[in-house]
Each structure stands twice: as C-alpha cells, then as structure tokens.
T-cell receptor
Framework: GDSVTQMEGPVTLSEEAFLTINCTYT??????LFWYVQYPGEGLQLLLK?????DKGSNKGFEATYRKETTSFHLEKGSVQVSDSAVYFC?????????FGKGTRLHILP | DVKVTQSSRYLVKRTGEKVFLECVQD?????MFWYRQDPGLGLRLIYF???????EKGDIPEGYSVSREKKERFSLILESASTNQTSMYLC????????????FGQGTRLTVV
C-alpha cells in the first residue's frame, strides 16, 4: 500500500542554519504531496504542497520539489528561526486517502 | 474562517465503555477523516469518508467504527474501549478535488483507564 517515510527526529539546529528534512514515498499512480506543520499546542496546518512532478511548493521560506524519479519531496529552508521549532509531517494524497509520515520534531536553538 | 470542531478536548473513559468522538466541519467538504496520533508513530488513518453514508477503512480500523449521516458530521465510535486506544484523535476534512489541503480539528485526547 501507499506509504511515506521521513527522517527520524529530533533534529536540533542553531538559528540561521540550513535545514533539510528528507521525505520519500511509495504510491501507485500520481499522488499529490504535502508538508504539514504542528506548532506546540496547535493543530496541524498546511505548510506547502505540490501536485505533479517537478512542481515546487513554497511558503514561509520553506521549499520542497516533487521528484518523481527519486519518489522524494524533501523539505528545505535556507535559514531557520527559533519560531520554526515544530513537528513537520510529510503526506501524500491519492484518490480520497491522505497518508502521513511519522513526523520529524525540529528544535531551533537561539 | 474554516473550522473543524471536535466535541471534546479531553476525555477519560473506562475499559469496556462505548465511546463516541464527534467532529463537525462548516466548509461543505466531501471528505472527512479520523486519525490517531501517537509518539513515534505519527498520524495513522483509522477511517475516512468521501460522502454521506460512505466509509472506507484506513490503515488501523480494528476496534473502531464510524458514522456519517450528515455531510458536516463524522463520528468515530469505539465499541468497547481498551487501554491501547488511549491516544490523541484528530479529525480532518477536505474537498474531494485532487491536491486540496486537509483542515484539522484541535484533537481529542482520550484516556482509557
């Protein structure tokens, strides 16, 4: 069945460091891909998305590119801030189903 | 503002009780979902529904059932609660259109004692 694998956390970085959180997927057909974020004490919310191969999603300085050849959707940010501390979830949508990865907790130190 | 509302933030139930978790959305979404969130396991799909009275099993449906009698409401039922169902339960909704985002409720933290 469909699945999403993302790097284990927690990930701890200093402010202004470069961030990469890896995400790969297994799915038949052409899923849409998403990154959701859960800030402390809050519900999940969409961070960015891409719906077809080579699409790049971006928001709040974060980017991810839909790579069909490597079945990946890695999340990147050039310079992280303390306020980016949260749990990040990679997800795929195919037909009516949405499948999430296990989440990656990110800590940013001032 | 879009809204997905779960009926309770915290619930404590006894083993063997029948438990109802309610979710209402006000966005006229076709799709609704129930997930459970556990540390180290992420979000796991229990059931989803793409229309009134329609339901599909997710990855972990055992011990759960659902009901969708109206478009805006999706209920998760634990027929006989067990301690291993202690978890955070998240409801979400979305349009059926490919590539549209899901909106989440605040979650219900259920403790079964």
């Amino acid at each position: 069945g469909d699945s999403v694998t993302q790097m284990e956390g927690p990930v701890t970085l200093s402010e202004e460091a470069f961030l990469t959180i890896n995400c790969t997927y297994t799915a038949t057909g052409y899923p849409s891909l998403f990154w959701y974020v859960q800030y402390p004490g809050e519900g999940l919310q969409l961070l960015l998305k891409a719906t077809k191969a080579d699409d790049k999603g971006s928001n709040k300085g974060f980017e991810a590119t839909y790579r069909k050849e490597t079945t990946s959707f890695h999340l990147e940010k050039g310079s992280v801030q303390v306020s980016d501390s949260a749990v990040y979830f990679c997800a795929l949508q195919r037909d009516d189903k949405i499948i999430f990865g296990k989440g990656t907790r990110l800590h940013i130190l001032p | 503002d879009v809204k997905v509302t779960q009926s309770s933030r915290y619930l404590v139930k006894r083993t063997g009780e029948k438990v109802f978790l309610e979710c209402v959305q006000d966005m006229d979404h076709e799709n609704m979902f129930w997930y459970r969130q556990d540390p180290g396991l992420g979000l796991r799909l229990i059931y989803f529904s793409y229309d009134v009275k329609m339901k599909e099993k997710g990855d972990i449906p055992e011990g759960y059932s659902v009901s969708r009698e109206k478009k805006e409401r999706f209920s998760l039922i634990l027929e006989s609660a067990s301690t291993n169902q202690t978890s955070m339960y998240l409801c979400a909704s979305s349009f059926r259109q490919r590539g549209t985002e899901a909106f989440f409720g605040q979650g219900t933290r259920l403790t079964v004692v």
